[in-house]
């Protein structure tokens, strides 16, 4: 198994639309890197901090893919265009990502 990272960074002046997120792109996600090894989609919402400062990232989102191949697969398949064109439609800012290995 391996673990996408895409996190959203809480820059000045950032735009997150959370029901559009969850309701219109990680299904649009599951849908098109379902048939190429995704398993499965936890998104996380920020909580206040311990300190009070804002939380780094808007939202984190962890897809799980079979193994590295099947994430390659995906974001290199047919539909990733479509999944990434879609990212315009619910926030301003750029994500970050990271890929990651369970222990």
Do not use: E
């Amino acid at each position: 198994m391996v673990i996408l990272s895409v996190m959203y960074p809480a820059t000045q002046g950032a735009t997150f639309d959370w029901d559009y997120y969850t309701g219109t792109h990680i299904p649009l996600a599951q849908d098109a890197f379902g048939a190429t090894g995704l398993t499965g989609a936890q998104v996380l919402k920020p909580a206040p901090t311990p300190d009070g400062s804002t939380p780094p990232y808007l939202c984190i989102a962890n897809l799980s893919f079979t193994s590295p191949d099947a994430l390659q697969a995906s974001i290199a398949g047919p539909h990733a265009a479509k999944v990434f064109a879609d990212i315009a439609n619910f926030t301003s800012v750029s994500p970050v990502t990271q890929v990651s290995l369970p222990l």
